[in-house]
């Protein structure tokens, strides 16, 4: 019974957090059909000129380095964006800042609780 009322609490998250990301989206963005102007298949940097995100990434999109990218290539890193962004809508903080905090506790694991270290000494 716990699992399945897990499932249906994840499932409910997901589905919240899917609608929220769908009404965050910019309706200006181009999907890649909107995209391919000569319908050949594969993205020029050219043709994606408008989308200046995948602009910055495309050296990591572009996993076979032909200069273009093709449906799957795009697909692979459109997803990769869309889960950090539901990530960091979950989380409620971005990934890099929670990385931060995160590596500041570990280098300096006594700030984070507070004034432990003077109140072990004075009960010593």
Same mark, same amino acid.
């Given at each position: ?40 298949? =594969?993205?020029?940097? +050219?043709? /994606?000129?408008?989308? &200046? $995100? ?6 990591? #999109? ?26 960091? =809508?979950?989380?409620? +903080?971005? /990934?890099?800042?929670? &990385? $931060? ?6 280098? #300096? ?16």
């Amino acid at each position: 019974m716990k699992l399945v009322k897990s499932v249906l609490v994840a499932s409910a998250m997901a589905l919240a957090c899917g609608g929220a990301f769908a009404a965050d989206k910019d309706k200006d963005s181009k999907g890649f059909n909107d995209m391919d102007k000569n319908a050949d298949g =594969k993205l020029t940097r +050219a043709e /994606a000129k408008g989308n &200046k $995100e995948l602009l910055a990434r495309w050296k990591e #999109a572009d996993s076979d380095h032909d200069g273009m990218l093709s449906r799957v290539e795009y697909l692979k890193l459109m997803a990769k964006v869309d889960a950090n962004t539901v990530k960091e =809508k979950v989380s409620g +903080a971005p /990934a890099a800042a929670k &990385k $931060e905090v995160n590596q500041a506790k570990r280098r #300096a694991p006594d700030a984070s609780t507070g004034s432990s270290s003077s109140s072990s000494t004075s009960t010593k």
